[in-house]
């Protein structure tokens, strides 16, 4: 079994905002005729790709407490850490762009930190880029702050990468996912 995790912050009031990235990239893997289970601080669903069985899930732990969900549900299903991959937003990224990395550091974003926290950092992530923060705003409101609708365009279509990208990495590998998309989107 492989664990996707998008990383965001519950609540309506946090819908489509750019620190909702990683869940707004995990729902285009959901199946939409099966609902999410509420279990460790996380809503899941399990789903099949390709041959694989995969368990999605989101945080509901809030952003910077992420690792409080991850850290149980690897454990409850006993998921290696070389077996989870991370989606999440990225300010350092222009909206439209993507970064695949097979482990490394937070680069910033809290809800990494506090995965690498809990778990260590032998993990795969995505990166999706949000936008760089102006300098005329504080970053904690860009992050919560609703995509414009030049850039909800971009992301939009920024989103129909994540199932070939995620299967991509079941069959081939990190490497494989970091020759295709670390690099303009064709």
């Known amino acids: 079994m492989y664990l996707i995790v998008g990383l965001g912050n519950p609540s309506s009031q946090y819908e489509n905002t750019r620190h909702n990235a990683g869940f707004i990239a995990v729902d285009k893997l959901a199946d939409p005729n099966t609902t999410w289970k509420s279990e460790h601080k996380a809503l ?7 041959s694989e069985e995969v368990l999605i899930a989101k945080p509901q732990t809030f952003m910077n407490r992420s690792g409080d969900a991850v850290l149980p549900l690897l454990s409850w299903y006993k998921i290696p850490l070389n077996r989870m991959i991370v989606l999440v ?3 350092q990224l222009d909206c439209g ?6 482990k490394g550091s937070h680069g910033g974003q809290n809800g990494l930190r506090d995965i690498i926290e809990k778990v260590g950092d032998s993990f795969s992530r995505v990166r999706f880029g949000v936008g760089k923060c102006p300098p005329q705003w504080d970053l904690a409101d860009w992050v919560l702050s609703k995509f414009t609708k030049e850039d909800a365009v971009i992301f939009q279509s920024t989103l129909k990468h994540v199932s070939p990208l995620i299967s991509l990495w079941l069959s081939k590998g990190i490497e494989a996912c970091m020759d295709r998309y670390n690099g303009p989107l064709d």
Not at 44 to 50: A, E, M, S
Not at 97 to 102: A, D, F, K, P, S
């Open 44 to 50: 899941t669903q399990k789903i099949k790709i390709g």
């Open 89 to 91: 937003d990225d300010v």
């Open 97 to 102: 762009r993507i970064r695949v990395r097979g």
